[in-house]
């Protein structure tokens, strides 16, 4: 009999294959005493063991995508040094020989008391560092339990369909190994659309399921399953006539991606003639072939902390500079460079304080007007490389005019220094204010007269407009980018930009969803950017689209104020998108 479950749709496709279950952390551990003479081979057995699933972190370091988002190689990075992190190997040996246990069991011991003191940090953030400390454990413990190849050997049978992997969580490190080995899609009982693991799925085109509880048990292994990562949806045991429709759904998700692929060189203009820009999200400098490769017009946003992370120094002018320089040599069009954007979920390691509440203290802007010589040293980069390319500046998390003051005055001073130097920059650079706190964008037509753009961090902007931590699982489900005090904040940052002849973009990850481009467009959004995965698609709902109706149905819509009928005309709107 056939099985439906409804999960979260982390990852969009539809995949067909049968069902691997596999461990990710929870696993049986065993637990026994040693003998003395015991005791110095089981310790050797655990330092192997670890020297293994380094080795393994450092192989999964070097496969990593190119098109994949910054965040994961940092997270493998974070991996591997806890594998070097005293407080973990050590002590576990010590427990080893001190307790006369076997190393499964000292090693979860340790990190139970790890993940202990981690749960009663009164910070979100380190708060879910118990997470890396789990997944780094249960690799050493998988090593150690010799169930490191989660299907089989790792040379996965060539004839046999590839497999649907069910886990109770994975690890991007994870995902990548097991989609080297090829399969068809996984489903895990935890996690979310926001996690590293989805945003990792998503670039390698995996479909993906998340928070199916209990679907292990429900389960059995060979069985054949469907996987629909945009319903969120998983059909076990299907029958014939359900197999012929996903079939025939894959192949039309197929004639789908070959139809955008053709879309590379269209211009991007609505049915009723408006050019939109189409710009790339870029994270790592490798992304921006891939930008140029699905016809991005420019980079919207280049987010620069990623050189920043994973280090113990700071990067140098003349190192930033070869980076900057490359970037905008990347295209023809023009290049956005946020500046540092550390603090909060994105520790470059200045200071060990842990501030009270990270997203609401010492971030962005706000540090970098604090560490001027960090500042001072990126300005100086990024106006050297102003003089080989058309760069913007752009300055992330303002929330008052006095800090656009202060930063332009930084930027003028750097500016006086290269002049003094002999050393050429663009004298009429642009300068603008991510627009992500809410007073930003209520303060924007006074903003906007100290901004040559702006553009909005929707992802930022919705966590401060609705109180919700963008990295806490728990109230995940209140992300709301249709709420209307968020669509409200939008388009009044639209109208100011407008109003002050300014242009308007959007960098947030609601600009690369197709869903809310008729809906953006009827903002008064003409400016796009988003990652390169998403450029063809949203171009197409811009074509397809009549942007002077648009404008019309979104004021009627913004201006109801039934609760019910506001989201149906919303969700009517939105559904025009869909393929
Ligand atoms: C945003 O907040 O929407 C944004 C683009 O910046 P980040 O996601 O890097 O905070
Ligand atoms: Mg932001």
């Given at each position: 009999m056939s099985l439906w479950l409804s999960a979260i749709g982390a990852s969009r496709g539809v995949a067909i294959g049968p069902v691997h279950r596999m461990h990710g952390t929870d696993l049986d551990i065993p637990e026994y005493h040693l003998d003395?003479?015991?005791?110095?081979?089981?310790?050797?057995?655990?330092?192997?063991?670890a020297h293994e699933a380094r080795a393994q972190l450092a192989a999964v370091r070097e496969q990593i995508p190119s098109n994949a988002p910054a965040e994961i190689g940092a997270f493998i990075e974070t991996h591997l040094l806890m594998m070097d992190d005293t407080a973990l190997i050590d002590t576990v040996t010590a427990r080893i020989r001190e307790d006369r246990i076997n190393a499964e069991w000292a090693l979860k011991l340790q990190s139970e008391e790890l993940i202990d003191v981690f749960e009663q940090m009164n910070d979100g953030y380190l708060r879910t560092r118990r997470d890396d400390i789990a997944h780094v454990t249960a690799r050493l413990q998988r090593v150690l339990l010799n169930q490191e190849h989660p299907i089989g050997t790792g040379t996965a049978d060539q004839n046999s369909d590839p497999p649907v992997i069910v886990a109770d969580e994975l690890t991007p490190a994870d995902i990548i190994l097991l989609h080297q080995q090829g399969i068809a899609a996984i489903v895990t009982e935890h996690g979310g659309p926001l996690s590293h693991s989805a945003i990792l799925a998503r670039s390698l085109r995996l479909p993906a399921l998340m928070g199916?509880?209990?679907?292990?048990r429900l389960l059995v292994d060979e069985e054949i399953v469907v996987i629909d990562g945009?319903?969120?949806?998983?059909?076990?045991?299907?029958?014939?006539?359900?197999?012929?429709?996903?079939?025939?759904?894959?192949?039309?998700?197929?004639?789908?991606?070959?139809?955008?692929a053709v879309l590379r060189d269209e211009p991007a203009v609505s049915a009723d003639g408006v050019h939109i820009a189409m710009l790339a999200n870029v994270e790592l400098p490798d992304d921006s072939i891939e930008a140029g490769r699905v016809g991005a017009e420019g980079v919207g946003l280049y987010r620069t902390e990623f050189l920043f992370m994973n280090r113990k120094d700071t990067p140098s002018e003349e190192e930033q500079l070869a980076v900057y320089r490359q970037v905008l040599a990347s295209t023809d069009g023009p290049v956005t460079i946020r500046t540092l954007d550390a603090g909060a979920d994105k520790s470059i390691g200045l200071s060990d304080k842990v501030a009270p509440n990270p997203a609401l203290g010492l971030r962005a802007i706000r540090l970098c007007l604090k560490e001027t010589g960090l500042f001072r040293s990126q300005l100086r980069a990024l106006l050297r490389a102003s003089a080989e390319g058309r760069m913007r500046i752009m300055l992330p998390m303002i929330s008052t005019v006095g800090e656009m003051r202060q930063a332009r005055h930084l930027i003028n001073e750097a500016a006086a220094e290269l002049a003094a130097e002999g050393l050429a920059y663009d004298r009429d650079l642009p300068i603008g204010a991510m627009i992500e706190v809410p007073a930003a964008?209520?303060?924007?037509?006074?903003?906007a007269r100290y901004c040559d753009f702006f553009s909005l961090g929707t992802?930022?902007?919705?966590?401060?407009?609705?109180?919700?931590?963008?990295?806490?699982d728990e109230i995940n489900y209140l992300y709301d980018p249709l709420h209307p005090a968020v669509l409200t904040l939008i388009r009044m940052t639209i109208d100011a930009g407008q109003?002050?002849?300014?242009?308007?973009?959007?960098?947030?990850?609601?600009?690369?969803?197709?869903?809310?481009t008729a809906l953006l467009l009827g903002l008064g959004l003409t400016e796009f950017s988003m990652h390169p995965a998403s450029v063809l698609e949203v171009k197409r709902a811009v074509m397809g689209a009549d942007v002077a109706r648009l404008r019309r149905r979104v004021a009627e819509i913004l201006s109801l104020t039934d609760a019910a009928t506001y989201r149906e005309a919303l969700d009517g709107l939105t559904r025009e998108q869909q393929i």
């Open positions: 003395d003479p015991a005791i110095e081979t089981e310790i050797a057995r655990f330092q192997q063991a199916a509880t209990g679907v292990r945009e319903a969120g949806h998983l059909l076990a045991a299907p029958d014939a006539a359900a197999l012929d429709f996903y079939h025939h759904r894959q192949q039309r998700d197929a004639r789908y991606q070959r139809m955008l964008a209520l303060a924007a037509p006074t903003l992802n930022d902007l919705i966590q401060y407009t609705l109180a919700i931590d963008r990295i806490d109003a002050a002849g300014i242009s308007v973009s959007m960098c947030g990850e609601m600009a690369s969803d197709k869903r809310y």
